[in-house]
């Protein structure tokens, strides 16, 4: 069974920077699409970015140029970079792990970022 354990959440001000990570077992790394979601009280589940193996990447639009999504391959690890955080950003973010192959898909149990104003 793949388990994916994210980490690096917390408290940080408006303008400030976090960096996740999420460390993947039991699951072929090169094959999943990895990706990052978050959720906010009162809100749906939100994809924020993903990236393929090769390294091809997506972004929500409200964290184009703020988040930075990163893997590496050798250590089972994706990383989501998040500088200039705003309150809003404030949310439970959750790594997903998407084969391309099977479309198997697992989840983390999500580490929560709040942003202070």
């Known amino acids: 069974q793949g388990q994916l354990v994210e980490s690096g959440g917390g408290l940080v001000q408006a303008g400030g920077s976090l960096r996740l990570s999420c460390a993947a077992s039991g699951i072929i790394f090169r094959l999943n699409v990895m990706g990052w979601y978050r959720q906010a009280p009162g809100k749906q589940r939100e994809l924020v970015a993903f990236?393929?193996?090769?390294?091809?990447?997506n972004y929500a639009d409200s964290v184009k140029g703020r988040f930075t999504i990163s893997r590496d391959n050798a250590k089972n690890t994706v990383y989501l970079q998040m500088n200039s955080l705003k309150p809003e950003d404030t949310a439970v973010y959750y790594c997903?792990?998407?084969?391309?192959?099977?479309?198997?898909?697992?989840w983390g149990k999500g580490t929560l970022v709040t942003v202070s104003s």
């Open positions: 997903n792990a998407d084969n391309i192959v099977t479309r198997v898909e697992y």
């Open positions: 990236i393929h193996s090769g390294g091809i990447t």
